[in-house]
């Protein structure tokens, strides 16, 4: 190893982003009840962290309220089950303790939810038979955004070399605690001094970007990778998709090649914490004119409307 490399390494050892400590007095939500976040652990035979064996959702609250808490908990739901784990809670009772544990958080105004539920303590060894008592963890926080600057000038995306997992491998319909696909990608990105990474799949359609879909403008009409392509289908996704076709807007679910992004008119990513953020270059090429894009920037603020008045 040079000393070049050795310095690298220490001096990404040692970045602020990676300097984390909860807020005292932050209250997790873990089992049965809200705790003071220096007991909120789990155990060490939880197969969430042995086998990344199980689920979450990142969730939005804006005044006191939790955005689209129904799809939310939907997909919960929905990916406890192609997990098959039996979640230890009815979606009563999981809307009541996001509930409770925003308020033991003293949360009134906007703020984040990680909802997690992990496969459970077991044996070492992936059989699912060799586990009990799933656990639900809700962590209720601020979110930290990309900076303002980044909406006015884009993202500076690249194309990941990693593959997005295969739809019949472990399909990013789930999602699931396993992130390492994203999470390499990502690192990819941030390795060239990029702000995110565009996923493709194994047959080289667009997928989405690490943590957000993805949608051009091409035509004037609006295009996102279909469900089937290996995308988290997006809470977010949704609403934009909704807010288009309320402005008379053509929407489609497609298939996209990385051809399709380059010629686009305009880009940008959607998800629950980035909300829309415009992307401007890919791979060094300039998407339209390098700037945000018109039709980009009344979908912000359409979205802003729309979660303002909901
Ligand atoms: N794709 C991936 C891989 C994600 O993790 C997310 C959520 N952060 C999204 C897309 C956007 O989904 P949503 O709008 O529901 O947050």
Request: glycine share 10%; hydrophobic share 40%; net charge neutral.
């Amino acid at each position: 190893m040079t000393t070049a490399t050795v310095e690298v390494e220490r001096k990404v050892e040692t970045m602020p982003e990676n300097a984390f400590a909860p807020r005292p007095g932050l209250k997790v939500w873990v089992g049965e009840g809200v705790v003071p976040v220096e007991q909120a652990v789990v155990s060490v035979f939880d197969h969430a962290l042995l086998y990344g064996d199980g689920i979450f959702e990142g969730i939005r609250v804006y005044r006191g309220r939790i955005f689209k808490e129904q799809e939310h908990i939907q997909r919960f739901f929905e990916s406890a089950k192609v997990i098959r784990l039996n979640l230890p809670m009815t979606t009563e009772q999981l809307s009541r303790a996001m509930y409770d544990t925003m308020r033991a958080n003293g949360v009134t105004g906007d703020g984040y939810i990680r909802l997690v539920a992990t496969r459970g303590v077991g044996a070492l060894g992936i059989s699912i038979r060799r586990t009990a008592n799933p656990s639900i963890i809700i962590i209720v926080d601020k979110i930290s955004l990309y900076p303002a600057e980044v909406y006015e000038r884009g993202l500076h995306c690249i194309i990941s070399s990693i593959s997005r997992n295969h739809v019949n491998a472990l399909n990013p319909r789930i999602k699931s605690l396993n992130y390492l696909n994203n999470v390499l990608a990502k690192a990819e990105a941030q390795a060239v001094g990029a702000d995110e990474a565009i996923m493709l799949g194994l047959d080289g359609h667009v997928c989405e970007c690490t943590g957000d879909n993805i949608f051009i403008i091409s035509r004037g009409e609006l295009h996102t990778p279909g469900r089937w392509e290996g995308i988290l289908e997006g809470i977010t996704r949704g609403v934009v998709m909704e807010l288009a076709r309320k402005r008379g807007m053509t929407v489609s679910e497609t298939s996209l090649v990385r051809h399709d992004l380059f010629i686009a008119e305009e880009c940008f990513a959607t998800g629950t914490a980035a909300e829309i953020v415009p992307i401007t270059e890919i791979s060094g090429i300039p998407i339209g004119n390098g700037k945000p894009g018109r039709i980009t920037k009344q979908l912000m603020e359409d979205f802003a409307t729309y979660r303002n008045a909901g």
